[in-house]
């Protein structure tokens, strides 16, 4: 799947004119919404349909700084999918094709209420597409 594109935001850099680490957490939100989006199954519709998504862990790993104005190219994938957790994989590159950043995100399936649903017993369609696009 095509790479999310990010440019660098001046107001996402410190006083060290590097971008603050807790804006790649962002930027893999971003991606992962996108993700979700070309797959067909973007949060809007999820949410419509009274599916919440929560994140139940977060990882991120910074390898080489980046700096305003940069372009930053995401790659997501879904890395594993058995049912009931889902695991996004991310790599961050910069310009230059250099990973600047690794990460992953995990997350579980909630009603409106917060009461974990099985998407394969309540949204078999949604959980077949998860199930197509993790690596076999």
Known sequence: MEAYLHKVHYYETDKMGIVHHSNYIR??????VELLERLGIGFAGMEARGICSP???IECR?????????????????TEFKGVRLKIGYEMLNTAGETVATGASVHCFTDASGKPII?????????AVLRENQPA
């Open 62 to 78: 910074y390898l080489r700084p980046t700096r305003f104005d940069e372009t930053v190219a995401i790659r997501v994938s879904i």
């Open 55 to 57: 994140v139940v862990e």
């Open 119 to 127: 998407l394969r017993k309540q949204h078999p369609e949604i959980d």
């Open 27 to 32: 930027w893999m939100e971003e991606a992962r």
